[in-house]
Structure formats: structure tokens, C-alpha cells
């Protein structure tokens, strides 16, 4: 059934699958794509890595070349959590937004995060919710005022959004 929608959106975008197919096999228009899409390397991890957005500063993207779903993941969890509303609308604030993914999950758009300037006077938060497992430094940044995770791939205990809050050790965070 997935495999059909995305096959399906492929062919909506261009003429038929044959034409995808065709245009895989020219190595330049591969590499065109790939370089005007992909910036600067911004950082990898053990399952993606993530580049500048050359079309818009504003994203980034990631590349996901094994299958550990960790795009598909992330974009799911998104897909959610910017539906909630009410009691829950807060859980929003928390993650970086996911833009866009490819049918098959290995390229995914994100919003861009920044590690906000020492210079500045806004204060990172002292507590986060309890949801988040992966407090490490590189998972988090700053999108305007906001503090924000965005590597949330692998947030397998993410069942309930509860307004419970978690203190973060020093010594593993800032």
C-alpha cells in the first residue's frame, strides 16, 4: 500500500515511472541535483547527515542512506505533533519543524537550527520534557527565542505528551 502511494506521487510529479527511471541513469543530471541541493556538510551522525539547504538558508537537510527509518521517523513524529491543539498545543514548541520528505524517506527538510551566539542574552532552558531521551548538546539549537530538538528519529518512549519535566545535567548538556 505505501509502496503504491509513493509510486503514485512519483508519477503525479513527472510523466511516468519509466521517466524517473530514465533520468536515474544520467549520471550529470544526478550530480546537478545533488549539488544544487546539497550545501555546505553541517555534521553526521551514525545514520544521516545534514546539509545546507542551497535552494533556502532557512532548512537543512538530511540524507539518510541506510534503512534505520530514523527520516521516516522524524517526519511522522512531526506529521503528529503539528496536528495537536488544546491542552496539548504545547509539545509544538519542543521540536524543529519537518518541511518535507522524499517518497522513499532518504532526503528529509528540516528547519534550521542555531547554536545561539554567548553573546546574546536569552538562557537556555533548565528543564526539558520528560519524552526527550537524547539530551545531547548536538540533538538541540535555537530557532529564533525557541529551544528546540531536532534529531527526534528515535524517540521510541514518545507515548503520551505529559507536561512533566526533566532536569538536565550540566556536565552532559551545556
Known sequence: MIEDTRLKRLENNLNSIEEVSTISRLQDVNTDLILSLLGQKLGSGVYRSVYNYNLDDKYVIKIEPNATDS?????????????????????????????????????????????????????????????????????????????????????????????KMQKIKKDCFW
Not at 540533538?139 to 529551544?147: A, D, L, R
Open 71 to 163: 527520516n521516516i521517523s522524524e517526519y511522522l513524529l512531526w506529521d503528529e505533533i503539528r496536528g495537536l491543539c488544546g491542552d496539548l498545543e504545547w509539545v509544538k514548541e519542543w521540536f524543529a519543524p519537518v518541511k518535507w520528505m522524499s517518497p522513499n524517506g532518504k532526503i528529509l527538510v528540516m528547519e534550521k537550527t542555531f547554536e545561539y551566539p554567548k553573546n546574546k542574552k536569552l538562557e537556555r532552558p533548565i528543564e526539558v520534557p520528560v519524552f526527550f531521551t537524547d539530551l545531547k548538546r548536538d540533538n538541540w539549537g535555537w530557532i529564533g527565542n525557541k529551544f528546540v530538538c531536532h534529531d527526534y528519529g528515535f524517540l521510541w518512549k514518545f507515548i503520551k505528551y505529559e507536561k
